[in-house]
């Protein structure tokens, strides 16, 4: 099993930017590339919400929440193990704790299963 570690979360106003990232760690260097990799978040009081997914390999495929669509964009760099999450035009509802995972299926995330410890984004208005 992949282990999964977020950072780059922090305070911004609002229509500022962050760039979240994930590094996978331990037996990952030559499994990574099989993976679908996406970003959640929870906030408080709700539920975990899907925020984009990207397919595995060389990412050729991605899928987003409209509510970040034309905003956020998910990437990933496979030779250092890592998928990112760019956050522009940052809105106050985007405060959450984010959540990296790995997959099977980029859109099925029902197939995501394991998670990292999340790093807090909060935008201020």
């Known amino acids: 099993q992949v282990q999964l570690v977020e950072s780059g979360g922090g305070l911004v106003q609002a229509g500022g930017s962050l760039r979240l990232s994930c590094a996978a760690s331990g037996r990952t260097f030559s499994t990574f590339s099989r993976y679908a990799m996406g970003w959640f978040r929870q906030a408080p009081g709700k539920e975990r919400e899907f925020v984009a997914t990207i397919s595995r390999w060389s990412g050729g495929s991605t899928y987003y929440a409209d509510s970040v669509k034309g905003r956020f964009t998910i990437s990933r760099d496979n030779a250092k193990n890592t998928v990112y999450l760019q956050m522009n035009s940052l809105k106050p509802e985007d405060t959450a704790v984010y959540h990296c995972?790995?997959?099977?299926?980029?859109?099925?995330?029902?197939?995501?299963?394991?998670w990292g410890q999340g790093t807090q984004v909060t935008v201020s208005s």
């Open positions: 995972a790995a997959g099977s299926y980029y859109n099925d995330y029902s197939t995501f299963a394991s």
